[in-house]
């Protein structure tokens, strides 16, 4: 795409912007510089401008098309479609369905928001290609909270409901992928993780999730908040079904360089040889004393880490005081990260990995067209980063992200005392849905991400596991380890749903 010379005019127009004060002569100036400069543009777009992400997008595949209603009761599925897997991979025959912010060739992705209905991708995302080469089959894209933003199941197409209960909701941004597996419509699920959107609905749902350790799974050709908190995570119904996923799609990718370093990486359902008789257990004081705590869904998580003490070497409770404000520095840091992400054009800069072009000069026309459609909760967030960058020079930002490498830090120390951290998933059961509230008002409502966001911003895996439920609603419970430690984190998880079984 050629690039045309900026006029005066729209130089004029642009310092405001950028807080300057030009001269004539300067403007004449930096008018004939920026032409010169245009030269630059010509080359950079000479070159093919879409590598392939290393997989075969041409592979046969049915473009899809949307689930309707009857068909789909718990608004789950956004589009049907079919991507068939190699031959006698390691999940040959599996069905997965994926959330409908992984690209998938030819299959239109929405991210649940009315705003890039209609977007197309080209490429497969790198999670989606490894899962093809392992065998699997492709069957749909999975509704989501509207642009990833809530985490309750709301999308633009309608509640996600629960499928325990559908007087309640399935709880998100993962939400469809949740209910997809719960319902056994599919053998399990890609979600995507940036404050607990894997872990909250499969607490939620009553089945298996797993946000990996940061880096381990390639997040290219997926759709998120910011580079630094988002993670792709497989759904499944049990353990073993969620580490075998993770074995395919775990690895270095040479697009995505957001480590520099080979990530260690193993057959993870062959770690789970249900040995955790040397695992120290540390039980996370704050995590059972947040805000609007249900005592039922506290009295569950307590009795299930008692099982799996019964396994494990020890058990103790542990104190990480900093962790009671993991959430607001969540909070102020996501505020600037995510106005970088969308005046970024839904990618952001900086990001040493691959560009998906295609999604950039989409949803660029998309939200200057329609950026009124986004949901209330992202405009906050766009408003008081916009606002805090403007008035506070990104001070606070900054503040909140060295407070991230010292949250980090007093995790680390916990672990190296302990081998896992436990508390509950969320502190409650699946919230009410209620059509008569709006947007607005939901997001008066407590949060249900208090003891997951922590981990996006820190790294560190965790899964989630199902322990029991209160009232007919499932209650998850949490088990975090160091980071690149996945494995003994899942095999832990294996043994206490082994015990729970056996109960």
């Known amino acids: 795409m050629s690039v045309r010379p900026p006029t005066k005019a729209a130089l004029r127009e642009l310092e405001k912007g950028l807080f300057l004060e030009l001269t004539d002569e300067e403007l004449e100036f930096f008018a004939e510089m920026a032409e010169r400069r245009l030269e630059a543009y010509e080359t950079v777009m000479s070159y093919d401008p879409e590598p392939r992400l290393g ?13 309707p209603s009857d068909a789909d009761p718990h608004n789950a599925w956004m589009t049907a479609c079919h991507v068939g897997g190699d031959d006698e991979g390691d999940l040959d025959g599996w069905d997965i369905a994926i959330k409908d ?22 490429r497969d995302a790198t999670v989606v290609t490894r ?14 909270d509207d642009m990833a933003m809530t985490k309750t199941g709301h999308s633009a197409f309608g509640p996600i409901l629960n499928p325990h ?17 719960a319902t056994g419509d599919a053998d399990a ?16 749902c009553g ?78 004081k704050e995590g059972f004393e947040r805000p609007h705590s249900e005592e039922p869904v506290l009295e569950r998580s307590r009795d299930a880490i008692d099982l799996l003490g019964n396994e494990a070497g020890s058990v103790e409770e542990v104190s990480v005081p900093m962790h009671a404000d993991a959430g607001d520095i969540h909070s102020v840091c996501t505020s600037e990260g995510l106005l970088d992400a969308i005046t970024g054009e839904g990618l952001g800069h900086g990001w040493e990995a691959w560009y998906n072009l295609s999604w950039i000069e989409s949803f660029g026309k998309f939200r200057r067209a329609q950026s009124d459609d986004f949901p209330a909760v992202l405009k906050l967030l766009l408003l008081m980063g916009a606002y805090t960058n403007s008035e506070y020079h990104s001070r606070h930002y900054a503040h909140g ?20 951290l436990a508390m509950p998933t969320t502190v409650g059961t699946a919230p009410e849905h209620r059509p008569d509230r709006t947007q607005y008002d939901r997001m008066r409502q407590s949060d249900v991400v208090d003891n997951t966001t922590p981990f996006n911003r820190t790294g560190h895996p965790g899964v989630s596991v199902p322990v029991g439920d209160v009232d007919g609603l499932p209650v998850g419970l949490m088990l975090v380890g160091s980071r690149f430690d996945d494995a003994m984190v899942l095999n832990a998880a294996s043994v206490l749903e082994s015990e729970l079984a056996a109960e």
Do not use: W
Not at 101 to 122: D, F, I, L
Not at 251 to 276: C, F, K, M, Q, T
């Open 101 to 122: 912010n992984v690209c998938v060739a030819g299959v239109e992705m929405t991210c649940g928001s009315q705003v890039v209905e209609g977007y197309v991708p080209n």
């Open 401 to 420: 992200m060295n407070l991230v490498v010292e949250l980090t830090e007093r995790y680390d120390a916990a672990l190296e005392k302990y081998d896992l």
């Open 131 to 144: 899962l093809l080469e392992a065998g699997a089959d492709i069957v749909g894209k999975t509704n989501m």
């Open 189 to 204: 699920a890609i979600g995507s993780d940036q404050g607990g959107s894997v872990r909250i609905p499969v607490a939620f």
């Open 55 to 67: 997989g075969t997008e041409n592979r046969e595949r049915s473009s899809g098309k949307r689930v």
């Open 207 to 284: 089945i298996v999730g797993h946000k990996p350790t940061y880096e381990l799974v390639p997040y290219t050709g997926c759709i998120g908040i910011e580079h630094a908190i988002d993670h792709p995570g497989p759904m499944g119904p049990d353990v073993e079904s969620v580490a075998r996923v993770l074995s395919a799609i775990a690895g270095s990718n040479e697009r995505d360089l957001r480590s520099h370093a080979p990530v260690p990486v193993e057959r993870y359902e062959d770690a789970l040889d249900g040995d955790i008789g040397d695992l120290s257990i540390g039980v996370l």
């Open 165 to 181: 209960d559908e007087d309640y909701l399935a709880g998100g941004s993962s939400g469809g992928s949740a209910v997809a597996v």
